[in-house]
């Protein structure tokens, strides 16, 4: 009996400790995406965005996350992102995701297996995009129609790199002159940026025009 009893607790233990090695629904962590592309974009009404897009995603996967979180470093999860944007396959995009200008942010990709409890998600494949500024200021000789003022920028926080058609020089400063026909609303667009810089706008300024 003695015998015996031993063998059952020594068969016990030995199950016990298998069972708890050795979850019943562990997933294995999909690949990540072999590339991404950060495209930014700016709306007629000013709205700055970018468009993600990415290659090689895991056929195993379920989808993707993207991820926009202001700073230089990718979070293991996408669980802490401002914007969390999931995308089912076959599609390869996300579509505009909006940001604050003026701030540098990374951009992050990441598969995964599951959605209950929690998703298993692949390292991140991710870029970091910095934020650009633009101030604005203006000179006017006289506000009388037909008159001209001079309408001024700084890129601010970025090399020099082209303006709408103004090139920058290099500490970042633009100009142009405009003729004065009405009270119109004004504001400096980056748009053509580099491939490390997001779109950025100046404040609007509007210029009244007296007859």
Same mark, same amino acid.
């Given at each position: 009996?003695?015998?015996?009893?031993?063998?059952?607790?020594?068969?016990?233990?030995? !199950?016990?400790? #298998?069972?708890? !090695?050795?979850?019943?629904?562990?997933?294995?962590?999909?690949? +990540?995406?072999?590339?991404?592309?950060?495209?930014? @974009?700016?709306?007629?009404?000013?709205?700055? &965005? /970018?468009?993600?897009?990415?290659? $090689?995603?895991? *056929?195993?996967?379920?989808?993707? /996350?993207? =991820?926009?979180?202001? $700073?230089?470093?990718?979070?293991?999860?996408?669980?802490? =992102?401002?914007?969390?944007?999931?995308? %089912? +396959? +076959? !599609?390869?995009? &996300? $579509?505009?995701?909006?940001?604050? *200008?003026?701030?540098?942010?990374? /951009?992050?990709?990441?598969?995964?297996?599951?959605?209950? +409890?929690?998703?298993?998600?692949?390292? *991140?494949?991710?870029?970091?995009?910095? $934020?650009?500024?633009?101030?604005?200021?203006?000179?006017?000789?006289?506000?009388?129609?037909? &008159?001209? =003022?001079?309408?001024?920028?700084? @890129?601010?926080?970025?090399?020099? &790199?082209?303006?709408?058609?103004?090139?920058?020089? #290099?500490? #970042?400063?633009?100009?142009?002159?405009?003729?004065?026909?009405?009270?119109?609303?004004? @504001?400096?667009?980056?748009? %053509?940026? #580099?491939?490390?810089?997001?779109?950025?706008?100046?404040?609007?300024?509007?210029? !009244?025009?007296?007859?």
């Amino acid at each position: 009996m003695r015998t015996r009893s031993a063998a059952l607790a020594t068969f016990a233990a030995l !199950a016990g400790i #298998g069972l708890a !090695a050795v979850p019943a629904n562990a997933a294995s962590a999909p690949a +990540p995406v072999s590339s991404i592309s950060v495209t930014p @974009q700016i709306d007629s009404r000013g709205t700055v &965005s /970018v468009d993600v897009s990415w290659t $090689g995603a895991d *056929p195993s996967a379920d989808g993707v /996350v993207v =991820c926009l979180k202001r $700073g230089t470093s990718a979070p293991a999860t996408p669980d802490t =992102c401002e914007s969390n944007v999931a995308v %089912n +396959p +076959p !599609a390869t995009s &996300s $579509g505009p995701i909006t940001f604050f *200008p003026a701030k540098t942010y990374v /951009v992050a990709v990441y598969d995964y297996i599951g959605t209950t +409890p929690e998703p298993t998600y692949s390292a *991140p494949t991710f870029a970091v995009r910095h $934020g650009t500024k633009l101030t604005f200021g203006y000179a006017c000789g006289s506000y009388t129609k037909g &008159s001209h =003022c001079t309408i001024s920028s700084v @890129q601010k926080n970025a090399p020099w &790199s082209r303006l709408a058609r103004m090139a920058t020089d #290099g500490t #970042g400063h633009a100009h142009t002159t405009i003729t004065l026909t009405q009270s119109r609303l004004y @504001q400096w667009r980056y748009v %053509n940026v #580099g491939a490390h810089e997001l779109t950025t706008y100046s404040a609007r300024y509007q210029i !009244a025009v007296t007859s």
